[in-house]
């Protein structure tokens, strides 16, 4: 199944550690049949990852017949990948439960931006990204030349 998450939105974590998934994202899961969601760590960026089910479930697989299970590496590798997993459900305002290390994790306290990635949400801290993007953005040329080179 294919996704195409897209845009950006600001929201709130509440006391209770629930976020409201915007609704744009939560009609294309719907429309799929997808009712569940994986929150995970990004291993990558100080961000909080969302996939559908399935794309976890497909990730997760991959990684299984890709990794050795003799390879210390790799069996760490799978214990990042699964550690912080958390399976979510909306409930009945649209809002799924992020746990608190994943939140820690994230340096995420309180407000959030939720961004579409194609096949995933990411959800981050405003500040955390704000620096992640001035520490990692490319400049407007260099997006140029990369969209150039990937059109080719």
């Not at 990684?63 to 979510?88: G, Q, V």
Request: hydrophobic letters at 30%; aromatic letters at 10%; charged letters at 30%.
């Amino acid at each position: 199944m294919t996704y195409d998450f897209k845009g950006k939105y600001e929201h709130s974590i509440d006391s209770k550690n629930r976020i409201n998934v915007p609704a744009k994202y939560r009609k294309a899961l719907t429309d799929n049949g997808e009712e569940e969601l994986v929150a995970n760590w990004s291993s990558i960026e100080p961000c909080i990852t969302v996939y559908p089910k399935s794309r976890y479930n497909e990730l997760t697989e991959m990684y299984r017949t890709r990794l050795s299970p003799i390879s210390k590496r790799d069996r760490h590798f799978m214990r990042l990948w699964t550690m912080y997993a958390i399976d979510c459900s909306f409930d009945n305002q649209g809002r799924i439960m992020i746990s608190p290390d994943l939140k820690e994790k994230a340096g995420i306290d309180r407000d959030t931006v939720i961004i579409g990635t194609g096949d995933k949400l990411e959800i981050w801290d405003p500040s955390v990204l704000k620096e992640h993007q001035e520490l990692t953005s490319l400049s407007d040329e260099d997006f140029s030349r990369l969209a150039a080179e990937l059109s080719q």
